[in-house]
């Protein structure tokens, strides 16, 4: 096969191989968002329902457990805060908006929450007691663009691969500049001489 179609063929299939790559790494990249989001929201409503619960009970903890990695507080009606997971212990309100007067929760994207690091989801949740509302605020992290660091280094090394295979399959250059343009023959003998220029002196070998 012509060399220089080799070259074309193979330049081809990898465009291809690397525009599919790139459509399923963006197909995995909104499943995994997707997915991260919707435990992001279950990790949240777990959090507002433990509370809930506490306010049947009528006694709050001076900690609250955790069902993931999200933080939570829990406010008075007078701001005060008189509950948090473990890394809020101690630590003034995380935020201070709040839902409308129509509204019983809203959410913001905080960088960062008092107290936190990084940027969050805050969700503002209004709890009405006898004494007036009181405020649930439980955030988790902001999720990449790219979904998680592990999901990216994975694609990046599946697009390095690609390119190595690729690259691997290109035809070779001929080697002839550095074997001075000598071929061996089939009999292993050099048959492939140069030839010199004719000088003033050269004779007629004919």
Known sequence: MNESLRVRIALVAGGFAALFCLVVGALVVVAVR??????GRQQIMTAIDQVQYQFRQGVFPGT???????ATQV????????????????????????PTATQIRATRTLCPPAGLKGCMDVTAYKVFRPDGPWMIYTTIPVIPWYASSTLAIFLVAVALLLIDDVSRGLPRGRQDAGSGGRHPGPDGRDHGRRLRPAGPGAQDQG
Do not use: C, R, Y
């Not at 997707?34 to 435990?39: C, W």
């Not at 509950?83 to 935020?95: D, F, H, I």
């Open 34 to 39: 997707d997915s991260n989001a919707i435990h």
């Open 64 to 70: 609250l457990v955790k069902s993931g990695d999200e």
């Open 75 to 98: 406010l008075n009606a007078h701001g005060k805060v008189v509950s948090a997971t473990l890394q809020l212990a101690g630590k003034p309100p995380m935020a201070t908006f709040q």
